[in-house]
């Protein structure tokens, strides 16, 4: 770990150095990763319209990004269990500093800025102790890494920051991993999945668990409304029969509330849900489903049903000008605020799962 004289040299120095913004490159309102026609990966900046501003080269598949909050820089993380993440300066596409998980640990392809872009805080595994870890680095000075703290629980996926706060939170979705193992979720009966709120020194300020009944209902994926309202897509990993709940909502202090939708269409996601996302003025929220090929769309404060979107392959979900955007494993952008899409862009490629807004307060 860096000591705190060599974290306070470093803030010292960044100040020094100018960064582009991100009107300097063109002001794009998503970052997304996505695998090309020739088989390269490439993070790609977007605007709120659909169009490509930016086309960066990745080492390898991309799962989701961090954006900064200010300067247009922004880290690329390896799908899990990947052991790298690349810091790319989003104006000259260089990489400004390599990510590389610690003996004994891999990522989980997600991260979170401070509300100040100094620190980096990424989700972790450390897989000898199958337990879960928060890193924190250092963004001004090259990302080293200057502290770490459990995440209460196993598997954490995906860590966001409350909006306009130093809180933060993670998503354990309660399944064990290793690097040998690939992709294959391990020790699925032990599995019990919480969310958990920190402070950015890693005190724990709450610990909310599902119900024993929904303990394969795996926590993943978070999008968070500026009230503090936290909406958390879940993945099923139990038995077949009556389909699991794939969409919590939760403020803290308060109970989880659990959202299904209608008949038989709950059963058509596949107990699988991608990605979620409010949409810009928070009134609906939204989860995605690859397998199922659909969005599905709640209102978010009733949790009245309003409705779905076909379309195939969709996983990357977003807040949008017309609700919501949406992007696909075809090279679609879409625009939609309930069962119609409102409009759309081909793109050459297939785009990853998720799509990240950018905004000044992220």
Same mark, same amino acid.
């Given at each position: 770990m860096a000591t705190r004289r060599g974290f306070l040299a470093g803030l010292a120095a960044a100040a020094l150095v100018p960064r582009p913004t991100w009107a300097d490159v063109g002001s794009p309102d998503f970052l997304a990763a996505a695998k090309m026609p020739e088989g390269d990966y490439a993070l790609v900046g977007l605007t709120r319209d659909g169009r490509e501003v930016f086309r960066l080269p990745l080492p390898d598949r991309g799962h989701a990004a961090a954006a900064h909050p200010s300067r247009a820089e922004a880290v690329a993380f390896a799908r899990r269990p990947g052991t790298f993440a690349v810091v790319i300066d989003c104006q000259s596409g260089e990489v400004r500093a390599r990510l590389d998980a610690a003996e004994g640990r891999h990522f989980y392809g997600h991260g979170a800025y401070s509300r100040d872009g100094r620190l980096l805080f990424?989700?972790?595994?450390?897989? @000898?102790?199958?337990?879960?870890?928060?890193?924190?680095?250092?963004?001004?000075?090259?990302?080293? %890494?200057?502290?770490?703290? $459990?995440?209460? @629980?196993?598997?954490?996926?995906?860590?966001?920051?409350? +909006? @306009?706060? &130093?809180?933060?939170?993670?998503?354990?979705?309660? *399944?064990?991993?290793?690097?040998?193992?690939? &992709?294959?979720?391990?020790?699925? $009966?032990?599995?019990? +999945?919480?969310?958990?709120?920190?402070?950015?020194?890693?005190?724990?300020?709450?610990?909310?668990?599902?119900? +024993?009944?929904?303990?394969? &209902?795996? *926590?993943?994926?978070?999008?968070?409304?500026?009230?503090?309202?936290?909406?958390?897509?879940? %993945?099923?990993?139990? &038995?077949?029969?009556?389909?699991? $709940?794939?969409? @919590?909502?939760?403020?803290?202090g308060e109970d989880v509330r659990l959202l299904s939708a209608p008949g038989p269409m709950q059963a058509e996601m596949d107990g699988y849900a991608g990605s979620v996302a409010f949409s810009r003025d928070g009134s609906r929220v939204a989860i995605s489903s690859p397998p199922g090929g659909q969005a599905q769309v709640w209102n978010a404060d009733s949790g009245e049903w309003i409705g779905r979107l076909r379309l195939r392959d969709v996983c990357g979900l977003s807040a949008g000008p017309d609700g919501f955007t949406a992007t696909t494993g075809t090279g679609l952008v879409v625009g939609f605020g309930g069962e119609a899409v409102l409009w759309d862009v081909a793109h050459q490629g297939a785009f990853d799962n998720h799509l990240v807004r950018l905004a000044a307060d992220l």
């Open positions: 990424t989700t972790e595994n450390d897989y @000898g102790a199958n337990r879960g870890m928060v890193g924190v680095r250092d963004a001004t000075a090259g990302y080293v %890494q200057i502290d770490e703290f $459990p995440t209460m @629980g196993v598997g954490p996926h995906e860590i966001a920051r409350m +909006p @306009g706060t &130093d809180i933060l939170v993670v998503g354990n979705g309660g *399944i064990a991993s290793h690097p040998d193992a690939g &992709d294959v979720d391990l020790d699925i $009966p032990a599995m019990k +999945p919480n969310l958990a709120y920190f402070s950015e020194a890693g005190s724990v300020l709450e610990v909310v668990e599902l119900e +024993p009944g929904l303990r394969r &209902d795996s *926590i993943r994926h978070l999008a968070l409304r500026e009230d503090g309202l936290v909406a958390f897509a879940m %993945q099923w990993h139990g &038995d077949e029969g009556e389909p699991a $709940p794939l969409l @919590g909502l939760h403020r803290r």
